[in-house]
């Protein structure tokens, strides 16, 4: 099990992700895993290194966009590939150009594909960002040996003038979701390239959602 766990986690590439400077904007992490015939990229980051990345692999690419939001999307422009797959909300962001482009897909119910290793894509119930994807990537049948790339999915919203909040009911559908699906480990955006077990990052989540109030839609988080 440990050594076909190490196979699959073999196949992933990580750029890091990096913070706003003089240098570059706030960038997310961009994961690109090897299948049978194609790249696998998860985001597509906002710096000049993330497209030199991607455009630097060799061989065909999908792509699977998390979120609209420009530290994971804005590079769409800039980068090659055969197929794009982002939800419905992120697609509204995208240029007229991109929207038109060959191999754009709108994924709003659980797509699946065999390369090697198999892939799904699906929408996952997100306080942080509406139609927000995750990618999980089976490395056997062993379900231990499966993960999912979650992006900012499993953070919450971002307040604007006051503090960062989670939707109840969002929330409450997003640890159904996360209980539910197959993958035991799961990389997160903005973290160093470990992947958080499954269980830790419910642990997390349930300890928000026990926060609720009666009659109150949304959950406070301290920053």
Same mark, same amino acid.
């Given at each position: 099990?440990?050594?076909?766990?190490?196979?699959?986690?073999?196949?992933?590439?990580?750029?890091?992700?990096?913070?706003?400077?003089? +240098? /570059?904007? *706030?960038?997310?992490? %961009? @994961?690109a895993v090897?299948?049978? #015939?194609?790249?696998?990229? $998860?985001?597509?980051?906002?710096?000049?290194?993330?497209?030199?990345?991607?455009?630097?692999?060799?061989?065909?690419?999908?792509?699977?966009?998390?979120?609209?939001?420009?530290?994971?999307?804005?590079?769409?422009?800039?980068?090659?590939?055969?197929?794009?797959?982002?939800?419905?909300?992120?697609?509204?962001?995208?240029?007229?150009?991109?929207?038109?482009?060959?191999?754009?897909?709108?994924?709003?119910?659980?797509?699946?594909?065999?390369?090697?290793?198999?892939?799904?894509?699906?929408?996952?119930?997100?306080?942080?960002? +509406? /139609?927000? *994807?995750?990618?999980? %990537? @089976?490395?056997?049948?062993?379900? #231990?040996?499966?993960?999912? $790339?979650?992006?900012?999915?499993?953070?919450?919203?971002?307040?604007?003038?006051?503090?960062?909040?989670?939707?109840?009911?969002?929330?409450?559908?997003?640890?159904?979701?996360?209980?539910?699906?197959?993958?035991?480990?799961?990389?997160?955006?903005?973290?160093?390239?470990?992947?958080?077990?499954?269980?830790?990052?419910?642990?997390?989540?349930?300890?928000?959602?026990a926060q609720r109030?009666?009659?109150?839609?949304?959950?406070?988080?301290?920053?």
């Open positions: 099990m440990e050594n076909s766990s190490k196979e699959v986690l073999s196949k992933v590439l990580h750029l890091p992700s990096s913070g706003p400077s003089e +240098k /570059g904007p *706030l960038s997310a992490d %961009v @994961y090897r299948g049978r #015939e194609f790249w696998w990229i $998860f985001d597509v980051g906002a710096c000049d290194d993330s497209v030199k990345f991607i455009n630097g692999l060799e061989g065909k690419k999908n792509v699977v966009v998390s979120h609209f939001h420009r530290d994971h999307s804005f590079n769409l422009d800039r980068i090659e590939f055969e197929n794009l797959y982002v939800g419905r909300e992120t697609f509204l962001h995208c240029s007229k150009a991109l929207q038109a482009r060959r191999g754009m897909n709108i994924v709003e119910t659980p797509v699946i594909f065999e390369d090697g290793i198999k892939f799904r894509i699906e929408v996952i119930p997100s306080s942080h960002a +509406k /139609g927000s *994807l995750m990618l999980t %990537v @089976y490395g056997s049948c062993v379900l #231990e040996d499966t993960f999912a $790339f979650l992006g900012d999915s499993t953070y919450p919203m971002v307040g604007r003038n006051g503090p960062d909040c989670y939707n109840v009911q969002l929330l409450s559908e997003q640890i159904k979701f996360l209980r539910c699906c197959n993958a035991s480990r799961f990389f997160m955006s903005h973290r160093r390239l470990v992947p958080r077990e499954k269980e830790s990052i419910l642990q997390v989540l349930e300890s928000y959602y109030e009666p009659h109150k839609n949304f959950i406070d988080v301290a920053r």
